[in-house]
């Protein structure tokens, strides 16, 4: 495919103050001809904002989680084609100038040498407590398909359409990325990960962060217990008896 081949799906909340520099750094990547936000349950003006930098803005009433607006977004663009179908780049809404990196994680899927990208940052930074749910995550992937993912809990992926629909539908909220990567590998896709110079937001450590952890956590959890016997045995052993 060539110019015009690429939408970038953004789901966002509440990021009024990034989303207008990440949508104009899509707007500027290699056959990114689109960008859809998806406005989830947002109570600031990330919508407007994301329009007025030239997106198209899908808002949902009420938030859906991470997978819900991915779907939404999705959609949106199979809408808007006009033509063949574009490949699906997701992003972070928080990337702000870094998005601009993204065009690396595209051109595999581009060229036709993968179906899906997964970014790999160069630069992390340290979070505490979040270890745990990458280990979870990494060693569930492992185990499942053989794949080692280093980042495995990377939102920043372009996929083909193709690829998007046959991991379809996808799971719940912070597990989607788990499950897009087992899926995806089980079903003979070409699932790769690509080193970019890219960063987000970084989470905190007050106690709204621990509660974003605990649910990222319990979503891969689930994510994993549907694709592996050993998590849903070890999962029921957790369980209080009756």
Same mark, same amino acid.
């Given at each position: 495919?060539?110019?015009?081949?690429?939408?970038?799906?953004?789901?966002?909340?509440?990021?009024?103050?990034?989303?207008?520099?990440?949508?104009?750094?899509?707007?500027?990547?290699?056959?990114?001809?689109?960008?859809?936000?998806?406005?989830?349950?947002?109570?600031?003006?990330?919508?407007?904002?994301?329009?007025?930098?030239?997106?198209?803005?899908?808002?949902?009433?009420?938030?859906?989680?991470?997978?819900?607006?991915?779907?939404?977004?999705?959609?949106?663009?199979?809408?808007?084609?006009?033509?063949?179908?574009?490949?699906?780049?997701?992003?972070?809404?928080?990337?702000?100038?870094?998005?601009?990196?993204?065009? #690396? *994680? @595209?051109?595999?899927? %581009?060229?036709? /040498?993968?179906?899906?990208?997964? =970014?790999?940052?160069?630069? $992390?930074?340290?979070?505490?407590?979040?270890?745990?749910?990458?280990?979870?995550?990494?060693?569930?992937?492992?185990?499942?398909?053989?794949?080692?993912?280093?980042?495995?809990?990377?939102?920043?992926?372009?996929?083909?359409?193709?690829?998007?629909?046959?991991?379809?539908?996808?799971?719940?909220?912070?597990?989607?990325?788990?499950?897009?990567?087992?899926?995806?590998?089980?079903?003979?896709?070409?699932?790769?990960?690509?080193?970019?110079?890219?960063?987000?937001?970084?989470?905190?450590?007050?106690?709204?962060?621990?509660?974003?952890?605990?649910?990222?956590?319990?979503?891969? #959890? *689930? @994510?994993?217990?549907? %694709?592996?016997? /050993?998590?849903?045995?070890?999962? =029921?052993?957790?369980?209080? $008896?009756?």
């Amino acid at each position: 495919m060539t110019a015009g081949d690429t939408a970038v799906v953004i789901p966002a909340k509440n990021e009024a103050d990034r989303i207008g520099l990440t949508v104009t750094s899509a707007l500027g990547l290699p056959g990114v001809d689109l960008v859809v936000v998806v406005d989830d349950g947002s109570t600031d003006q990330t919508g407007r904002v994301a329009r007025a930098a030239g997106a198209k803005v899908v808002r949902h009433s009420r938030n859906r989680g991470k997978a819900a607006a991915m779907e939404t977004g999705a959609e949106a663009v199979r809408l808007l084609d006009d033509g063949a179908a574009r490949h699906l780049l997701f992003l972070d809404a928080d990337l702000a100038g870094t998005a601009e990196a993204a065009a #690396a *994680l @595209a051109e595999p899927v %581009r060229s036709g /040498l993968a179906d899906m990208t997964i =970014a790999a940052f160069t630069n $992390r930074v340290k979070l505490a407590g979040h270890g745990i749910v990458v280990r979870l995550s990494r060693d569930g992937i492992r185990r499942a398909t053989g794949f080692e993912a280093s980042q495995p809990l990377n939102g920043q992926r372009c996929l083909t359409r193709e690829a998007f629909e046959a991991a379809r539908p996808l799971a719940h909220g912070f597990g989607v990325e788990t499950a897009l990567t087992i899926d995806l590998l089980r079903k003979g896709f070409r699932v790769v990960e690509v080193e970019v110079d890219m960063a987000h937001r970084a989470t905190g450590s007050d106690w709204r962060s621990q509660l974003h952890r605990a649910r990222q956590l319990r979503d891969v #959890a *689930l @994510a994993l217990a549907a %694709r592996e016997p /050993l998590v849903a045995d070890n999962l =029921a052993k957790l369980r209080p $008896r009756r």
